[in-house]
């Protein structure tokens, strides 16, 4: 009798064993739930400026030396990178403010 039992326990464990590896391989349901197009998180006068940033960068990346351009990539937060930023962004909203009142 005492084998029975045995057999009973180690079924259970097994049944139990079994269902809870099935839930955890289930695939997950999909949703129905229809989203709504996102509405895009910047308008165009961000990306024009974006535009002349880069602009910016590129044309003044390229006086320097190749030695300076290295440690800029390299050490993108080191001094050079830094004052190269700021003159960047001294173009760009040069280019900007010259856009701005050429419309005006």
């Known amino acids: 009798m005492p084998l029975n039992s045995i057999d009973h326990q180690s079924s259970i464990c097994l049944n139990e064993s079994v269902t809870l590896y099935s839930n955890m391989t289930a695939p997950k349901k999909k949703s129905t739930r229809k989203y709504k197009k996102r509405k ?12 002349l940033y880069e602009k910016a ?48």
Do not use: T
């Not at 895009?40 to 535009?51: D, T, V």
């Open 40 to 51: 895009p998180r910047i308008n165009e006068e961000q990306l024009e400026m974006a535009r």
């Open 57 to 104: 960068w590129n044309e003044l990346f390229k006086k320097i030396p190749k030695s300076i351009q290295e440690n800029i990539i390299e050490d993108h937060d080191g001094r050079r990178a830094i004052a190269h930023g700021h003159e960047v962004a001294k173009l760009a909203e040069k280019w900007a403010y010259e856009k701005y009142n050429e419309k005006r």
